[in-house]
T-cell receptor
Framework: SQQGEEDPQALSIQEGENATMNCSYK?????LQWYRQNSGRGLVHLIL?????REKHSGRLRVTLDTSKKSSSLLITASRAADTASYFC???????????????FGAGTILRVKS | ETGVTQSPTHLIKTRGQQVTLRCSSQ?????VSWYQQALGQGPQFIFQ???????GRGNFPPRFSGLQFPNYSSELNVNALELDDSALYLC??????????????FGPGTRLLVL
């Protein structure tokens, strides 16, 4: 079963606009990561935020984490057509002896940026 | 490019057959994880290998098995293939130091179709 749930399932915006995706999860975590996937190929790591961090930036990406609400958001500013992809959040509960530091993924948000 | 490679890129098998998928981890990484991604869903954790031993397993039957070699490359074997095994199989490598595991970097995946 998947822990995370992304919202919305799909998002269509114009180039230059900002895109916000949300992720909710169920259990306590060690960190939360966001990945991008183009056309059903491999996952590209975007950003990792630890459980003791509240906000993190990387280029046009801004991630927030609210552990009290068990939620995270990914903001992509000034979107480009090349940002068109599926975006997944993944949680690492850090219970390596039981689960081997597995990542638990949500079902993803499909982002389409129209030029 | 993550430095994680997988082979083959595509594979077609029939029900009941056996398949072996291969993964070469990124240089300096000692941990390999395997994920199954069905169409339209997020990846699901199969198992993880650390120092040549299985270290955590998801909700997959024993006909899913694996190996990790001294050079940290890995194989995923699936016996008695079923139609539902059709999916994208992703390998991810990472470096574990004690209980802490760094970011998992994914390969491009192997797309398996079972007829």
């Amino acid at each position: 079963s998947q822990q995370g749930e992304e919202d919305p399932q799909a998002l269509s915006i114009q180039e230059g606009e900002n895109a916000t995706m949300n992720c909710s999860y169920k259990t306590s975590i060690n960190n939360l990561q966001w990945y991008r996937q183009n056309s059903g190929r491999g996952l590209v790591h975007l950003i990792l935020i630890r459980s003791n961090e509240r906000e993190k930036h990387s280029g046009r990406l801004r991630v927030t984490l609210d552990t009290s609400k068990k939620s995270s958001s990914l903001l992509i500013t000034a979107s480009r057509a090349a940002d068109t992809a599926s975006y997944f959040c993944a949680t690492d509960a850090g219970h390596y002896k039981e689960y081997g530091n597995k990542l638990v993924f949500g079902a993803g948000t499909i982002l389409r940026v129209k030029s | 490019e993550t430095g994680v490679t997988q082979s083959p890129t595509h594979l077609i098998k029939t029900r009941g057959q056996q398949v072996t998928l291969r993964c070469s981890s990124q240089s300096g990484h000692n941990t390999v994880s395997w994920y199954q991604q069905a169409l339209g869903q997020g990846p699901q954790f199969i198992f993880q290998y650390y120092r040549e031993e299985e270290n955590g397993r998801g909700n997959f039957p024993p006909r899913f098995s694996g190996l990790q070699f001294p050079n940290y490359s890995s194989e995923l074997n699936v016996n008695a293939l079923e139609l539902d095994d059709s999916a994208l199989y992703l390998c991810a490598s990472s470096n574990r130091q004690g209980q802490y595991q760094e970011t998992q970097y994914f390969g491009p995946g192997t797309r398996l179709l079972v007829l």
